[in-house]
């Protein structure tokens, strides 16, 4: 590699790292107790009491439904979706002119009961939430930290790809603790950004998809289900008055995909189907089929099936994407290594910062020579 090269790679790790390097900050920190949202609710919220050892059939789908808006007479149904551990039916209501002023409250599946506390979308985890996706901006926050996460990616290869010049005079994973603290810091730095590399690519890339959620959505809603329900183009919405039986929607779903389970059911209106359908979202039994979604859309009227097509490619990797990015597919085994490689990210971010404070003032030559030697011929000044 010329010293032309290196000095090119070296300005673009530089400059992408400084520029993601306080909202990775942000990331990593909120992303850490987001690792584990399912263990902290349990700590923080009681266990519902379902029916441990249900006898008979579950409950009609319709009467849980009813149960849920007679508790918020002025909401429409939104959503209704299936616990994949627990006998609970979970239903998401809201004021039909305001969607996002929603409540999610879970149902026992056998006994329609009420189980826990109803939850309108609020607490600290909600919160932290909200900041680690978009910083409550919305669409253009969910953008701009795809393109952090981007300047990220960028940062990663051309950290490898100027550790390769670097380590060149010395053996891998060398940390040289009695020199200088700056040379010492930078050693970590290397060793912990190649620990971390498969990782960080991989939550990085996931990031950013996981940012274009709302348009892949509005892709999938102007093509491939604009195309499943063209018959329907121009009709009125549907009152929610007259929408017909959602258990039947169900059975009608279950009975198209044998040997697949709803994972959760659009109402008409919603983002995840037409205004004249329930959207079934169907899921295998398999870790990675669970996440590849088929859609059966069922007229809400007539309860007779209209179409049913897996999702597109974009979308497939969009729902695969997501528990990715947080670790979500091994138990708390994969969980806790997550946690450990962000803590990881973390100090690899704080080391970086450190080492640019500390060589502010040097060439851009001396930095050169720095990276072409392994800082072996440079005189580095003990921090």
Not at 148 to 175: C, D, E, H, N, W
Request: charged share 15%; hydrophobic share 45%; net charge positive.
């Amino acid at each position: 590699m010329t010293n032309t090269t290196v000095r090119a790679w070296y300005l673009v790790h530089k400059w992408t790292s400084l520029v993601c390097t306080l909202f990775l900050f942000m990331l990593c920190v909120t992303g850490l107790p987001l690792i584990f949202t399912e263990e902290i609710d349990e700590l923080t919220s009681p266990a519902p009491a379902v029916s441990a050892a249900p006898a008979g059939p579950p409950a009609s789908l319709d009467s849980i439904v009813r149960t849920a808006l007679k508790d918020r007479p002025k909401d429409v149904g939104q959503y209704l979706s299936f616990d994949e551990e627990k006998p609970v039916v979970y239903v998401t209501t809201s004021p039909p002119d305001k969607i996002t002023d929603y409540t999610f409250r879970g149902y026992d599946a056998y006994s329609g009961k009420p189980v826990g506390a109803a939850n309108n979308g609020g607490g600290v985890m909600a919160f932290i939430l909200r900041l680690h996706t978009d910083m409550f901006l919305g669409l253009p926050g969910l953008l701009f930290l795809g393109f952090m996460g981007l300047l990220f990616f960028v940062a990663i290869v051309s950290g490898v790809v100027l550790y390769a010049p670097f380590m060149r005079k010395l053996q891998f994973g060398t940390l040289r603790t009695t020199r200088s603290r700056r040379l010492k810091w930078l050693d970590y730095h290397n060793l912990l950004g190649v620990v971390a590399l498969a990782w960080a690519s991989v939550v990085g890339l996931t990031g950013v998809i996981n940012t274009l959620a709302t348009p892949i959505v509005q892709l999938w809603q102007a093509n491939d289900l604009a195309r499943m329900t063209a018959a329907y183009a121009g009709l009125p919405p549907i009152a929610p008055a007259k929408l017909g039986s959602i258990q039947a929607a169900v059975d009608t779903a279950k009975a198209a995909a044998p040997g697949n389970r709803p994972q959760f059911v659009a109402f008409p209106g919603t983002t995840y189907s037409s205004k004249h359908h329930y959207a079934v979202f169907l899921q295998g039994t398999t870790p990675l089929t669970k996440r590849l979604l088929t859609p059966a859309l069922v007229d809400a009227v007539t309860g007779k099936l209209t179409a049913i097509a897996p999702m597109p490619w974009y979308v497939q990797a969009l729902l695969v994407s997501q528990p990715l990015h947080f670790g979500d597919y091994g138990g708390l085994p994969m969980k806790i290594l997550w946690a450990l490689l962000d803590l990881v990210t973390i100090v690899i971010l704080g080391s970086g910062i450190y080492l640019w404070l500390g060589k502010r003032r040097s060439s851009l030559d001396a930095r050169v020579r720095e990276v072409e030697t392994g800082g072996i011929a440079v005189p580095v000044t003990a921090a």
